[in-house]
């Protein structure tokens, strides 16, 4: 019994793993994905909604990092600006992920017909303006007179945020190339 629980938990990780080659960031997809095995076991469909789960909760938690950048010392006008419109583009960021994940939960299971079409396109649509707006809000930053160690912090996380977006799109759609 232990030991086809030992294969079944291999197998799922196999899953994740060959999966995860797909993506432009297969190192960080396994790593962001390989701990919830158990759970998505080898259901493309689970993957996805997992992966984009992983990608909201990324970026909450940079939106909440740079929220909290507003008040960096010595920060000047066009900076306070550029995290201001960071800000914004990563609440839109977590709004489009969140629509995706909820789109994604309504396609029904073994459906390939218009509904499912018209629902797959809005979670890769959503999931891309995501990835925009993550780009967006670092070009927020660009320009010589914006370097500096703000720029530096805020963009490691944007950065992290946008690979795992990037990987969601990309086991989105090669769950869409499989119906």
């Known amino acids: ?7 079944e938990s291999t197998g799922d990780t196999e899953f994740i793993k060959a999966s995860c080659e797909t993506t432009s960031y297969p190192d960080r997809c ?7 095995a158990s759970e998505i076991k080898k259901q493309p ?14 970026a909450k938690s940079a939106k909440t ?21 960071c800000l914004e583009e990563m609440g839109d960021t977590v709004d489009r992920l969140s629509n995706s994940l909820k789109e994604l939960k309504h396609l029904e299971e073994g459906d390939s ?4 079409w018209f629902c797959l396109s809005n979670v890769r649509t959503w999931t891309s303006a995501a990835l925009t707006d993550e780009t ?3 070009d927020g930053f660009g320009g010589k007179a914006m370097n500096g160690e703000l720029k530096s912090l805020i963009r490691t996380r944007i950065v992290s945020v946008a690979e795992e977006t990037s990987n969601a799109l990309a ?3 090669d769950f869409a190339s499989k119906h």
């Open 1 to 7: 019994m232990a030991r086809n629980l030992e294969e």
């Open 30 to 36: 396994f790593q962001s994905l390989s701990s919830y």
């Open 45 to 58: 469909r689970k993957l996805v909604e997992t992966a984009l789960a992983v990608s909201i909760a990324r």
């Open 65 to 85: 990092y740079v929220s909290e950048m507003t008040d960096y010392k010595g920060i000047t006008k066009r900076q306070h600006e550029a995290v201001a419109d």
């Open 113 to 116: 017909g218009e509904d499912f």
């Open 136 to 138: 967006t809000c670092l």
């Open 171 to 173: 086991l989105i759609n």
